[in-house]
């Protein structure tokens, strides 16, 4: 017990010492106004905002971070769900998969009429746009790893005539776990811009937060919002790396024989 | 009735290369007991992956007795074992796939894995394991489902001499008293002659040189100490120096 | 289920009205239960009106000619700005005197490149010599670059600019000629035919709701600083005062009322500027109540 | 020659069936007005619009691909660089590797003030928001890619006491080819995006031509905008398919032995 | 001067579990060549991993001679090939990696691969090769280097027993005329006695057993039909029985 506590700081120590450098150089910055703190308001200027205004700021954050988890996984659902397909009937893969990518190109703010008109303005306009940029990462990374299985297990596998879906939850899922993680990883963080994107059309949340204070000279309150939707992006990727452990307890996963 | 007939069977990978099998014709009787012999790269693997149907047939037919196809198992040459699965994992795999993963048969697992020596090696991972104990492993996953034919892929190896009179011995008791018909491709000719009914060799050509029969009225490791059998591992054994030297000769892969 | 009435931005003094009416009661005493919703910078007020998904919005005036023009049938029924806000700032010490000495200056030029008025611009003074590039608002690069002049609502940025101590010199769009009526209430024309009598009502609460906001803006300041905590509240009472000339009307016409000529020289501007390529029906392009 | 093209054929023939229905289905939606034409124009009237405006759109197409190119390929470069860097001293991985999901989360337009005072109106900043927007899944899924490799195989390399150039040249790099190049392929997307979302703050290319196309209500001029960009991205996993085919020609990449 | 010496090493892989190596010494000379024996699972592969220094030393003290290190090859149990080189590629990694990629040495690796039989697949990849084909590339990667001492682990098990001769052979060769020093394990004891100078048999408990010196006049495959060979044969053969018996009755993993 006080031994994974041990570790768990040898671990994170690392990250929290950067992040006291980089604060530290970052608030010399502004102090010494190499760069005018209207641009770049200073570490402690953010946290007393954000201090200043936390209910609102709070209240924000949960209703994007509501948003993000739809949205993600939503993303994470379909992604995958996707993959499989794609995976199953290469046809269908190599008919839709390239305009998969279109997903990731399509600036939401042109197609935000679509978007209202469809899913209504607020909340669901929000999801809709972290879905659609998260979706590809996964999407894209969890088809690689199907299809980087060890052919030699393939084949193993199907010696014994399995369904389709006992290979892929027995073979294909579980060596396809890393990439497939990793997908998740990168789309978490997507999953956070496209909420907030989706905020700056639909309203609410810290995107809307940012949007209002970006126009009215509150540089310190933007701040307020990347850093939390920084700090949305941080605990998500905390959160799936406590699930990959859970998952992955014990089990040398891809430690090859 | 015979268990699978292979007529006319040739195998190229490209249609630059020579066939690695060519023109093979045998039949396997019911219940019969095969064993595969031949200089390294002469296609063993291939012949016995055909049978399974893991390559495709190039040339010729293979017929399976009705039916057989859902009771065959096979060892691959190496162990090919699951690496996030621990060793009890691994042997159950076959009965999680097949939807047959009853109690007995859990049992049944776990019994075979100590009569292979690996009782206490349950949870170890492979990784975790010697070769010798992986490729133990991969054989018991092969036994688990009770086929009626498994195609061994040079499975004692890997092993000391020891252990492979052990698992032969295993392997003909299963023989006997299950009636497990099997095709073991072997390198070592006095295996061979103990564990088949009969012993097919095949050169780096791409066929098969000899083809024989061999019924002992009883197979045990002392079996190994007398005249006959002796004299007939001593005959395959020039046979097979021929056949190795006329290559060697000939410049082939050796 | 209330009706839905959509701003293109948030909580702030150009939307004084609308929300001093809610606060009022105007829209209760007129049987009418309005449920304000407050846009960003990407929200597609007008499709969401045209499509049908909001009763009524807040558009300005040349996008109601252009939708006109792309055949999406709407009304409008109150012109809340009589005078553009919308302006371009300089630093003082560029001694500019017009729009033109802009335009013709050297430095760079921050506006949204797509507003018809910077179309205007291009033909009226062409060819500018400024370097334009894209605003997307506040005044960080402003105040970093004396040689940059930049779009505004004269509501807004100017004041932030002189809170923060710099010296600017604002010039009106519509010393230049363009001068549509902004901050606009609409409605689809199937619902103006379809109940005259709640957007009648409607109207008159908007305009009882602005009456009120001009005489005193305080308490609806209030109301709408909470909802946008971006916005001091000295912003607020400035931005009030600084707009309270454009939507102030003479005494002989109405709050929000607007002429047959000013939608018509709209008009013919935006075709000549090519924004759009066929005539449109003026007269059915607003509605006074 | 005759058979690649047969099998060239063959592989993307569906992609353009699919197009093909694609589209028809859309032109039918419009027509019959079950979407109405100011929210979503019809193909054929995207179609008329770009070849009407081609000159404009074509230039400002090219100008975006520019930005594209040097934004892409400074984040492939820094990325496979970071990568290799956090495998190499996890120390610095764990310290730095959390914050370089910033990039993905922090929206260009909160920091828009600071990157046009960095790299000025024009170019540069469309390259650096393309970069910075592509930076994190080419970096996670090379170092995913480099931490995946085959431990045997890593066993075996040390061997022969390889420099670490080596190790990095022969083994780790070959072995996260699959994971670079589904990385390099989910930040092409994001690269076309971020050049897009870059040009909406500095100007120029097919971002200005949206943002101008949306003011104006120009649904048509927008789709077209979004056409192209497409396109664009379309191109660019083209052009790494076509790559990484003459890459791995002939190599059995992470084929088991 | 000796090249190896292993003073009351120890190895266990984790606190729970009993030792694989257990409190072994030995010395060996310069120039002797070691043949490792022992049931499967009893710690072959770990002892040459601990010498190799793929492991690390849980106990005890291996010492090499000076520069040995530098001049050291290993041989893994399995192929281990890299998958996306082809086969004379994968001869020729030692060589790009230790910078010493001459001409005259490349030549050495298509010289090795011919006279490994291999001569005509220099080009395939591992996947179009047969186990025992695999097994021989490994060995010719091994040996391109011109190492001073190679450590083989069960190089020649996948080989059918005509190539396993030529292969001894060419060992013996090398060691001959190049001075190459070998620690080889394998399952055959007549093979641990043809190649070995000495002999080690480890128990499945973790200890060495025995210990001899072996010296024949000369070595070739002749050598294996005479008396005396057969001899020292029978006489370890008898004593792995009894280890093995030991081993089974003390229900241990045989
Ligand atoms: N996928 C493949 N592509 C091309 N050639 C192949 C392929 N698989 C096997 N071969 C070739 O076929 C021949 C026979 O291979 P096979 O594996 O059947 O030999 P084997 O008799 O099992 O040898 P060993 O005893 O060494 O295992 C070899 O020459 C090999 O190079
Ligand atoms: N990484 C490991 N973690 C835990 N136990 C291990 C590990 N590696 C080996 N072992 C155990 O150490 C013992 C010896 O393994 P080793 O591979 O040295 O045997 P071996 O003599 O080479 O056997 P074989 O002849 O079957 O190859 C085995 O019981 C094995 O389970
Ligand atoms: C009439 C009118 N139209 C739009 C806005 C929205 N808005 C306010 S600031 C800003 C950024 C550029 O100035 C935008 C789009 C408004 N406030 N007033
Ligand atoms: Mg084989
Ligand atoms: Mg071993």
Same mark, same amino acid.
């Given at each position: 017990?006080?031994?994974?506590?041990?570790?768990?700081?040898?671990?994170?120590?690392?990250?929290?010492?950067?992040?006291?450098?980089?604060? @530290?150089?970052?608030?010399?910055?502004?102090?010494?106004?190499?760069?005018?703190?209207?641009?770049?308001?200073?570490?402690?200027?953010?946290?007393?905002?954000?201090?200043?205004?936390?209910?609102?700021?709070?209240?924000?954050?949960?209703?994007?971070?509501? !948003?993000?988890?739809?949205?993600?996984?939503?993303?994470?659902?379909?992604?995958?769900?996707?993959?499989?397909?794609?995976?199953?009937?290469?046809?269908?893969?190599?008919?839709?998969?390239?305009?998969?990518?279109?997903?990731?190109?399509?600036?939401?703010?042109?197609?935000?009429?679509?978007?209202? /008109?469809?899913?209504?303005?607020?909340?669901?306009?929000?999801?809709?746009?972290?879905?659609?940029?998260?979706?590809?990462?996964?999407?894209?990374?969890?088809?690689?790893?199907?299809?980087?299985?060890?052919?030699?297990?393939?084949?193993?596998?199907?010696?014994?005539?399995? !369904?389709?879906?006992?290979?892929?939850?027995?073979?294909?899922?579980? !060596?396809?776990?890393?990439?497939?993680?990793?997908? /998740?990883?990168?789309?978490?963080?997507?999953?956070?811009?496209?909420? /907030?994107?989706?905020?700056?059309?639909?309203?609410?949340? /810290?995107?809307?937060?940012?949007?209002?204070?970006?126009?009215?000279?509150?540089?310190?309150?933007?701040?307020?919002?990347?850093?939390? @939707?920084?700090?949305?992006?941080?605990?998500?990727?905390?959160?799936?790396?406590?699930? !990959?452990?859970?998952?992955?307890?014990?089990?040398?996963?891809?430690?090859?024989? | 009735?015979?268990?699978?007939?292979?007529?006319?069977?040739?195998?190229?990978?490209?249609?630059?290369?020579?066939?690695?099998?060519?023109?093979?014709?045998?039949?396997?009787?019911?219940?019969?007991?095969?064993?595969?012999?031949?200089?390294?790269?002469?296609?063993?693997?291939?012949?016995?992956?055909?049978?399974?149907?893991?390559?495709?047939?190039?040339?010729?037919?293979?017929?399976?007795?009705?039916?057989?196809?859902?009771?065959?198992?096979?060892?691959?040459?190496?162990?090919?074992?699951?690496?996030?699965?621990?060793?009890?994992?691994?042997?159950?795999?076959?009965?999680?796939?097949?939807?047959?993963?009853?109690?007995?048969?859990?049992?049944?697992?776990?019994?075979?894995?100590?009569?292979?020596?690996?009782?206490?090696?349950?949870?170890?991972?492979?990784?975790?394991?010697?070769?010798?104990?992986?490729?133990?492993?991969?054989?018991?996953?092969?036994?688990?489902?009770?086929?009626?034919?498994?195609?061994?892929?040079?499975?004692?190896?890997?092993?000391?001499?020891?252990?492979?009179?052990?698992?032969?011995?295993?392997?003909?008791?299963?023989?006997?008293?299950?009636?497990?018909?099997?095709?073991?491709?072997?390198?070592?000719?006095?295996?061979?002659?103990?564990?088949?009914?009969?012993?097919?060799?095949?050169?780096?050509?791409?066929?098969?040189?000899?083809?024989?029969?061999?019924?002992?009225?009883?197979?045990?490791?002392?079996?190994?100490?007398?005249?006959?059998?002796?004299?007939?591992?001593?005959?395959?054994?020039?046979?097979?120096?021929?056949?190795?030297?006329?290559?060697?000769?000939?410049?082939?892969?050796? | 289920?209330?009706?839905?009435?959509?701003?293109?931005?948030?909580?702030?003094?150009?939307?004084?009205?609308?929300?001093?009416?809610?606060?009022?009661?105007?829209?209760?005493?007129?049987?009418?239960?309005?449920?304000?919703?407050?846009?960003?910078?990407?929200?597609?007020?007008?499709?969401?009106?045209?499509?049908?998904?909001?009763?009524?919005?807040?558009?300005?005036?040349?996008?109601?000619?252009?939708?006109?023009?792309?055949?999406?049938?709407?009304?409008?029924?109150? %012109?809340?700005?009589?005078?553009?806000?919308?302006?371009?700032?300089?630093?003082?010490?560029?001694?500019?005197?017009?729009?033109?000495?802009?335009?013709?200056?050297?430095?760079?030029?921050?506006?949204?490149?797509?507003?018809?008025?910077?179309?205007?611009?291009?033909?009226?003074?062409?060819?500018?010599?400024?370097?334009?590039?894209?605003?997307?608002?506040?005044?960080?690069?402003?105040?970093?670059?004396?040689?940059?002049?930049?779009?505004?609502?004269?509501?807004?940025?100017?004041?932030?600019?002189?809170?923060?101590?710099?010296?600017?010199?604002?010039?009106?769009? %519509?010393?230049?000629?363009?001068?549509?009526?902004?901050?606009?209430?609409?409605?689809?024309?199937?619902?103006?035919?379809?109940?005259?009598?709640?957007?009648?009502?409607?109207?008159? %609460?908007?305009?009882?709701?602005?009456?009120?906001?001009?005489?005193?803006?305080?308490?609806?300041?209030?109301?709408?600083?909470?909802?946008?905590?971006?916005?001091?509240?000295?912003?607020?009472?400035?931005?009030?005062?600084?707009?309270?000339?454009?939507?102030?009307?003479?005494?002989?016409?109405?709050?929000?009322?607007?002429?047959?000529?000013?939608?018509?020289?709209?008009?013919?501007?935006?075709?000549?500027?090519?924004?759009?390529?066929?005539?449109?029906?003026?007269?059915?392009?607003?509605?006074?109540?």
């Amino acid at each position: 017990m006080l031994g994974a506590l041990r570790d768990w700081i040898a671990e994170k120590l690392p990250a929290w010492i950067f992040l006291g450098g980089l604060l @530290s150089v970052w608030q010399l910055v502004v102090a010494q106004e190499w760069v005018a703190a209207y641009l770049l308001p200073s570490p402690t200027q953010i946290f007393a905002t954000t201090w200043q205004l936390w209910p609102e700021i709070w209240a924000a954050t949960l209703s994007t971070a509501h !948003s993000i988890f739809w949205g993600l996984g939503f993303s994470i659902l379909t992604g995958v769900s996707l993959a499989l397909l794609f995976f199953a009937i290469p046809l269908v893969r190599r008919a839709v998969l390239p305009f998969c990518i279109f997903f990731q190109t399509v600036p939401i703010i042109a197609i935000a009429p679509l978007l209202v /008109i469809w899913f209504g303005f607020g909340d669901p306009t929000v999801r809709a746009s972290a879905f659609i940029v998260s979706l590809f990462p996964i999407l894209a990374n969890t088809l690689t790893g199907l299809q980087e299985t060890d052919p030699q297990l393939r084949e193993l596998y199907r010696l014994y005539r399995p !369904s389709p879906w006992q290979l892929i939850v027995k073979l294909q899922l579980p !060596s396809a776990l890393p990439y497939m993680l990793t997908g /998740i990883r990168i789309s978490a963080g997507l999953a956070v811009i496209g909420a /907030i994107v989706g905020e700056f059309i639909a309203g609410g949340g /810290i995107g809307s937060l940012i949007d209002a204070a970006r126009t009215q000279q509150r540089v310190d309150l933007v701040f307020s919002g990347v850093l939390m @939707s920084s700090v949305l992006a941080l605990s998500l990727v905390f959160a799936i790396e406590v699930l !990959s452990r859970l998952l992955l307890r014990g089990r040398p996963y891809l430690r090859k024989v | 009735m015979s268990a699978i007939k292979v007529t006319a069977l040739s195998k190229r990978f490209s249609a630059a290369d020579a066939p690695v099998v060519h023109n093979l014709t045998f039949t396997l009787e019911e219940r019969q007991c095969l064993c595969l012999l031949g200089p390294s790269g002469c296609g063993k693997t291939t012949l016995l992956r055909l049978l399974m149907g893991l390559e495709k047939v190039s040339d010729g037919d293979i017929t399976l007795s009705s039916g057989l196809i859902e009771h065959m198992s096979y060892v691959f040459q190496e162990p090919r074992l699951v690496p996030w699965r621990s060793c009890l994992e691994n042997v159950l795999l076959p009965l999680e796939l097949t939807h047959s993963s009853s109690a007995a048969q859990r049992d049944r697992a776990v019994a075979l894995l100590q009569q292979l020596g690996l009782g206490e090696r349950l949870a170890h991972f492979p990784s975790e394991l010697s070769g010798g104990m992986q490729m133990r492993v991969a054989l018991a996953r092969a036994l688990v489902t009770e086929p009626r034919i498994i195609l061994l892929d040079e499975p004692f190896a890997a092993l000391d001499e020891r252990s492979r009179f052990r698992m032969q011995d295993l392997l003909l008791s299963f023989k006997a008293e299950l009636g497990l018909q099997y095709v073991f491709v072997t390198h070592s000719i006095a295996e061979a002659v103990y564990l088949g009914d009969r012993i097919l060799m095949m050169d780096a050509q791409g066929g098969q040189r000899d083809w024989r029969a061999i019924d002992f009225p009883a197979r045990d490791q002392a079996l190994k100490m007398t005249a006959e059998f002796n004299g007939i591992v001593e005959s395959y054994s020039r046979l097979f120096t021929d056949m190795e030297t006329a290559l060697v000769e000939s410049g082939g892969s050796g | 289920k209330p009706l839905v009435l959509a701003l293109n931005w948030k909580p702030e003094p150009q939307f004084g009205g609308f929300y001093a009416a809610q606060e009022a009661g105007y829209f209760r005493e007129n049987k009418l239960d309005v449920e304000i919703i407050e846009g960003g910078s990407g929200t597609p007020t007008i499709q969401m009106l045209l499509a049908g998904r909001v009763d009524y919005a807040i558009v300005s005036g040349d996008e109601v000619v252009i939708a006109h023009a792309r055949g999406g049938d709407i009304v409008a029924l109150f %012109a809340t700005y009589q005078v553009n806000p919308q302006g371009i700032m300089t630093h003082a010490s560029r001694g500019f005197e017009s729009i033109e000495d802009v335009v013709h200056g050297d430095g760079v030029l921050l506006w949204q490149s797509g507003l018809p008025y910077s179309q205007f611009f291009r033909m009226k003074y062409a060819p500018l010599k400024v370097t334009t590039a894209p605003y997307l608002g506040g005044i960080g690069n402003f105040r970093n670059d004396t040689k940059l002049s930049q779009q505004c609502f004269v509501t807004s940025e100017p004041l932030e600019a002189k809170a923060v101590g710099l010296k600017v010199k604002t010039f009106l769009v %519509a010393e230049s000629g363009y001068n549509p009526y902004t901050t606009v209430l609409v409605t689809r024309r199937a619902r103006l035919a379809q109940s005259p009598d709640e957007v009648k009502r409607m109207v008159g %609460a908007v305009r009882a709701g602005w009456k009120d906001y001009l005489s005193d803006a305080a308490p609806t300041n209030r109301v709408m600083g909470d909802l946008n905590k971006a916005m001091s509240a000295e912003t607020f009472s400035a931005s009030a005062a600084a707009q309270y000339s454009l939507i102030q009307t003479t005494a002989e016409t109405e709050l929000g009322s607007m002429t047959l000529e000013r939608w018509q020289t709209l008009a013919d501007q935006l075709l000549a500027i090519d924004v759009i390529r066929e005539p449109v029906k003026v007269e059915t392009l607003f509605a006074n109540f």
